[in-house]
């Protein structure tokens, strides 16, 4: 695919996610370039990447919103999707978040629906409740989910200069947005149970640092 013929870039961080990696690759939708930014994985995950037809971007900075960020510095379509790259979300919902930014939408962030219990833990699912809530109280958006699925114009995101570089990003990203005047809306998307093993939310103190590093970027 020659760059003019890509739409969107889809920035997948990437931390040891081999198991993975075939399933979301696989489902890349047409008009979409898959940029693989790998942080620190010692599984393989670039070099599968790179063999399924990704970009892989290195990045060397630990956290996800120093992934999320190498990859939006790295893009070059208009628009840029961020996806998790654990097999939870099928890229090819990008799509229709793209179709609600066509529409006149400037931030298009998903909803998680579940498709089953162990898609999403009890403590991840209440610690996002709340964290919704304190979004909405801050911006006035009508914001239930902080998802890790989400989408823009590239040169808009660039614009808001967003600085965190852990678990907040997402959340500095819907607060800054909506400090912009921003139109954001959501789209409810199919919540699958992760391939592999997660290195944030899996874990009680994965969680809680998501929490306070989340708590911090609305707070900001």
Do not use: F
């Amino acid at each position: 695919m020659t760059a003019p013929d890509v739409r969107v870039d889809i920035v997948l961080p990437c931390l040891d996610e081999a198991g993975a990696l075939p399933w979301v690759l696989e489902r890349l939708p047409e008009g979409c370039r898959a940029l693989v930014v790998d942080n620190g994985s010692t599984d393989g995950s670039p070099d599968i990447a790179r063999a399924l037809g990704a970009t892989v971007i290195t990045c060397a900075v630990r956290g996800y919103g120093a992934a999320c960020h190498a990859g939006l510095a790295a893009a070059t379509a208009p628009v840029v999707a961020v996806c998790d790259c654990d097999g939870s979300l099928d890229p090819r919902e990008v799509l229709r978040l793209l179709a609600v930014l066509e529409q006149g939408a400037e931030l298009v962030v998903a909803r998680r629906r579940p498709t089953t219990r162990a898609a999403w833990s009890l403590p991840s699912r209440v610690a996002n409740r709340e964290l919704a809530r304190r979004i909405r109280r801050r911006t006035g958006l009508r914001i239930v989910d902080v998802g890790p699925l989400r989408i823009a114009r590239r040169d808009a995101l660039l614009s808001l200069g967003l600085t965190d570089r852990r678990s907040g990003y997402p959340a500095e990203t819907v607060v800054r947005a909506a400090d912009a005047g921003w139109r954001v809306e959501q789209v409810d998307v199919p919540y699958a149970p992760r391939i592999g093993t997660s290195k944030v939310t899996g874990t009680v103190r994965g969680t809680l640092q998501a929490v306070r590093d989340m708590s911090a970027a609305i707070d900001r």
